[in-house]
């Protein structure tokens, strides 16, 4: 079998990702009983899989919140004109 390098593999979106990612805990949902150690594991995964998310949100939010305020930040120096 002839490997795939990177370059030639196709790149997939972020939404394309998100709901592949869904349905594979839709799938190991559905196959892993209620009362399974595992499961309980997987919940916390994915709570912290979801904090991680928040993280990266935030700190887009930040970025652009600042790239912003540099536009509107600008102030007019007054020159001595002799």
């Known amino acids: 079998m002839e490997k795939k390098s990177p370059k030639d593999e196709e790149e997939i979106g972020i939404e394309e990702a998100f ?4 349905k594979f805990f839709s799938w190991l949902n559905e196959r892993i009983s209620p009362s399974s150690e595992f499961r309980e594991y997987m919940a916390k995964s994915r709570v912290e899989f979801l904090k991680g998310i928040r993280v990266l949100i935030d700190k887009r939010i930040d970025d652009l919140g600042k790239r912003h305020s540099k536009k509107t930040d600008k102030k007019a120096t007054r020159v001595k004109v002799e």
């Open 19 to 22: 709901r592949s990612l869904g």
